[in-house]
């Protein structure tokens, strides 16, 4: 059954708020080897069980003792490696010890080997040491469940695991970690006018940048992509790939054929073989967006010109994906930074630019705004989030949403 589509422009944080209202966590989860999970969502907390580090043990390389005998030439009664056992330490005596090795029971302060002076003793073996610093009790020693204990929750349910959450999973000794079921993401792109690089160019015809930049930002989110290529501008051509990505696909993404063009097939298509929820957006780039559902997929369509594609993504898309993997975070953090520049003809839009960090800090913008030069957001750094009607003038502070949040 379809619906009409709301004719005024709906601004962005109402369609965000209904894109993650229509969006939930997919059922399913997997268990995967922890070097396997980069990039997957935490379906379950994961609990330490042991204390990090077991034991205290050594910050650096150096001498064990009691603070107390610092003031004496000690004795040096063991050499303690990482990884070894360590024998208690009796009143008196001081140990060799290097860097993450465990402290001998009697211990209480590690100084540091270039605060000290080795003495040879021909009736030690291991020698005699003198301090040569003051002592701080307690220096230089890293206490057992000091960055983890045994029992806490390491990583929540819903943390999206990179790099180092895999390391804290692999310091708390998790070899495997549960994660919910990867999205899978039907993709196309619709337009007689695109051919795929490699091809040759003909007259009138362009290559398909959206193709590539939409799966590397859908993979580089932990989802299976499902790659239906280009679609002529033909409404039966649109029904038939829409019909088999629904089928397929728990998400379908296109780009191109959500405008109101004579050979803009999608939103009819849509309506036709389900619903349209969301139609046209109050910003620039990215205002022919669409939403809506076919069958039981999500069906999200993108405007066709690179940056409106890209914006509408990052703004949009990105969220409602890492919703669908049960992530509890999907905002990107945005800064406070001064314009280096003016913009003195604000659209009647909510606003998106292309703009670089430069060495002051500030913010410079691309010389072309266009929402078809892919080369601004190459670039750029990041976008500037400007209201409607806003001016900027040089040194006023703006909102910046780095990419380095947006395409993470």
């Excluded at 409602?320 to 314009?339: F, H």
């Excluded at 002051?360 to 209201?387: C, H, K, M, R, Y």
Aim: with cysteine.
């Amino acid at each position: 059954m379809s619906e009409s589509p709301k004719k005024s422009l709906t601004p962005l944080d109402d369609a965000l708020a209904a894109l993650l209202a229509y969006f939930s966590p997919l059922p399913g989860q997997e268990t995967l080897p922890t070097q396997a999970a980069r990039g997957r969502v935490l379906a379950e907390d994961l609990v330490s069980p042991v204390n990090v580090p077991p034991e205290d043990n050594s910050a650096m390389d150096g001498y064990a003792l009691r603070a107390t005998d610092a003031g004496q030439l000690l004795p040096v009664t063991q050499r303690i490696a990482a990884g070894q056992p360590p024998q208690p330490l009796a009143p008196g005596e001081a140990a060799r010890i290097f860097t993450g090795a465990q402290v001998p029971a009697g211990a209480d302060t590690v100084v540091m080997q270039e605060h000290t002076e080795a003495l040879p003793d021909a009736a030690l073996p291991l020698g005699r040491v003198r301090i040569t610093e003051a002592v701080s009790l307690g220096s230089a020693i890293r206490r057992r469940g000091e960055d983890v204990r045994a029992g806490e929750v390491v990583l929540a349910a819903g943390t999206r695991l990179d790099a180092i959450s895999l390391g804290l999973a692999a310091t708390a000794g998790a070899a495997q970690l549960r994660v919910t079921r990867r999205p899978r993401v039907a993709l196309f792109s619709t337009g007689d006018e695109l051919v795929m690089p490699g091809e040759p160019l003909p007259p009138g015809a362009i290559y398909n940048s959206n193709r590539y930049t939409l799966r590397a930002l859908i993979e580089g989110l932990g989802c299976e992509v499902l790659d239906l290529g280009i679609v002529p501008d033909r409404l039966d051509a649109t029904r038939a790939a829409l019909r088999e990505a629904a089928g397929r696909a728990d998400v379908i993404v296109t780009s191109g054929g959500v405008s109101v063009g004579e050979e803009d097939h999608l939103r009819p298509v849509v309506q036709a073989e389900g619903r349209l929820e969301l139609w046209q957006l109050s910003i620039k780039p990215g205002k022919p967006f669409a939403y809506g559902r076919v069958g039981q997929a999500h069906f999200v369509g993108l405007p066709g010109n690179p940056v409106s594609s890209l914006v509408t993504f990052l703004l949009l898309v990105r969220p409602a994906l890492l919703k669908l993997q049960g992530a509890t975070r999907w905002q990107p953090r945005r800064w406070r930074l001064p314009a280096a520049f003016e913009w003195s003809r604000p659209d009647r839009r909510r606003e998106f630019l292309r703009v670089r960090v430069n060495e002051a800090g500030a913010l410079e913008l691309f010389s072309n705004q266009s929402s078809g030069v892919l080369t601004s957001a190459f670039w750029a750094d990041g976008l500037i989030d400007n209201p409607a009607g806003q001016p900027i003038a040089p040194g006023d502070l703006v909102s910046f949403l780095p990419f380095s949040e947006l395409l993470a």
